[in-house]
């Protein structure tokens, strides 16, 4: 218990702290218009006020994600804690914030964009292919999961999975087409607000009824032996650094009405989510007799995460709890489902320089997407969506490259973004490497194969804007 109530406590320091540091190396200009404002349209670009985009924003990057992630890295034991707590702080927080205060210096521009801008074209192509790939498959999956749940519960008496297809394709269309403030900005904060009190009144419960929540030791106990490297680091994505965030950031920045707001709504964001982590792995280790081999068991027993979501809601939250654990696990990835496809819309019109404000520009980006999206349902995403942990960290990784480049470029403390980069390269190919959807290669292998891809990403790094920040005649 002592381990996961400091552990809130230091996420809680770690923004008013560690987050205001971030903010004085990127450097607030609060007299800036930002894109809101001096680009406002209408549709994408439209003011709105900080809390309401806080939570927008946190909605958008954590839908199951802290949830579903949280559970399933409990099985590795209390070092979870570790991993959200310096995850969050050192490595989510500064990525989600630059992700949406380099866009809100670049017109709003998406992450493939800014990227570029940093990284170069080539960076831009791959960031740009790579997104939109991801993003579909994020819409598509958080399409046919709350599909299919909806349908097994015969809910409003419809027990056909493409009706309910039909049904979610039609809410995720007109949130991707319509102007940002008709369905997204109004319903949004509703779903974010439950998901922090259906959070908090779980971590209440934990603390109220006495719960034996396990202390921290860094050490795995993942009951079919995994290892904590680097397989913790990738289960558990969106409660401490996820690439994803990374796309549905510049979204927020067109709405951002003030930079001094930054901090708030995406550093912020990051910290909230991890705090809903913590209570989550906290919650799945100590509900469930036996510890992590009862919630191995309960995984196995009860339909996967969202069953021992169910099952812990109700126990500890009564009947609203039901409801509650319901919206969790139907409307949160619903919610993210819809946003990544307006993401995409965005990735690709900032791709081709498509201007969005008229309808039909919407229209001829949006539904290629959408019937794309239709026939990856008709497909089994078992094996495709193993890929995604892996995909969402090496988008992260690039992510923070290109926040270290921007720093280094503009004689800024890089290392705040350079430290975390090195070592989500590190994890991104060690993970490849090792698993069992990768290359399957040993420990003794992948472990020193990227730990050393890692120093050379660095050493690279350095040299090449050490190199390019010398005067012209110095490089001769």
């Known amino acids: 218990m002592v381990s996961f109530l400091t552990s809130i406590v230091i996420l809680i320091l770690g923004y008013f702290?560690?987050?205001?540091?971030?903010e004085k190396v990127f450097g607030v200009d609060e007299n800036r218009k930002t894109p809101a404002i001096a680009m406002e349209d209408g549709v994408d670009f439209v003011p709105l006020s900080w809390p309401k985009i806080f939570l927008i924003?946190?909605?958008n990057i954590?839908?199951?994600?802290?949830?579903?992630?949280?559970?399933?890295?409990?099985?590795?034991g209390p070092a979870a804690f570790i991993w959200i707590v310096l995850g969050s702080i050192f490595a989510g927080g500064v990525h989600d914030y630059f992700s949406g205060m380099l866009s809100v210096r670049h017109e709003g521009k998406s992450v493939a964009e800014i990227v570029g801008i940093y990284l170069g074209e080539n960076a831009r192509k791959i960031m740009r292919f790579f997104s939109v790939i991801l993003l579909v498959l994020v819409g598509t999956v958080f399409m046919t999961g709350p599909a299919q749940l909806l349908a097994d519960l015969k809910f409003a008496g419809l027990s056909s999975l493409s009706v309910w297809i039909g049904i979610i394709i039609v809410y995720y269309f007109m949130a991707t087409i319509l102007p940002v403030d008709k369905i997204i900005a109004k319903i949004y904060p509703l779903f974010g607000a439950a998901l922090l009190i259906m959070a908090v009144g779980i971590g209440s419960m934990l603390i109220i009824k006495g719960y034996d929540i396990p202390e921290v030791r860094f050490a795995s106990i993942h009951p079919e032996n995994l290892s904590l490297w680097p397989m913790l680091f990738v289960t558990i994505a969106c409660g401490a650094i996820s690439g994803f965030h990374a796309t549905q950031s510049p979204m927020m920045a067109r709405c951002l009405p003030n930079e001094k707001y930054g901090r708030r709504v995406f550093y912020g964001s990051m910290i909230a989510e991890g705090i809903i982590a913590l209570i989550w792995a906290a919650a799945a280790m100590a509900f469930f007799n036996g510890g992590v081999v009862g919630l191995n068991n309960a995984l196995t027993n009860s339909g996967?995460?969202?069953?021992?979501?169910?099952?812990?809601?109700?126990?500890?939250?009564?009947?609203?709890?039901?409801?509650?654990?319901?919206?969790?696990?139907?409307?949160?990835?619903?919610?993210?489902?819809?946003?990544?496809?307006?993401?995409?819309?965005?990735?690709i019109a900032d791709a081709i320089g498509y201007k969005q404000k008229e309808t039909k520009n919407r229209l001829i980006v949006a539904v290629p997407l959408f019937i794309i999206g239709y026939l990856l349902t008709r497909i089994d995403f078992t094996i495709i969506w193993r890929y995604f942990s892996w995909s969402n960290q090496t988008l992260a990784m690039i992510v923070l490259w290109a926040t270290a480049a921007y720093l280094i470029t503009n004689n800024k403390?890089?290392?705040?973004?350079?430290?975390?980069?090195?070592?989500?390269?590190?994890?991104?190919?060690?993970?490849?490497?090792?698993?069992?959807?990768?290359?399957?290669?040993?420990?003794?292998?992948?472990?020193?194969v990227g730990i050393i891809a890692a120093i050379i990403a660095i050493v690279l790094f350095l040299h090449k804007f050490k190199l390019r920040n010398k005067p012209v005649a110095d490089r001769i």
């Open 413 to 448: 403390l890089h290392w705040i973004a350079t430290v975390p980069a090195t070592f989500m390269t590190a994890v991104s190919i060690t993970y490849i490497l090792q698993a069992p959807e990768g290359f399957k290669l040993p420990q003794t292998i992948s472990y020193p």
């Open 17 to 22: 702290i560690y987050g205001v540091f971030v």
């Open 62 to 76: 954590a839908g199951l994600g802290p949830i579903f992630g949280a559970i399933l890295g409990a099985l590795y």
């Open 304 to 347: 996967g995460t969202a069953g021992v979501v169910n099952i812990i809601s109700k126990s500890l939250l009564g009947k609203v709890g039901g409801i509650l654990a319901m919206l969790g696990v139907i409307a949160a990835p619903i919610t993210s489902g819809d946003t990544a496809f307006r993401s995409a819309r965005l990735v």
């Open 57 to 59: 924003q946190f909605l």
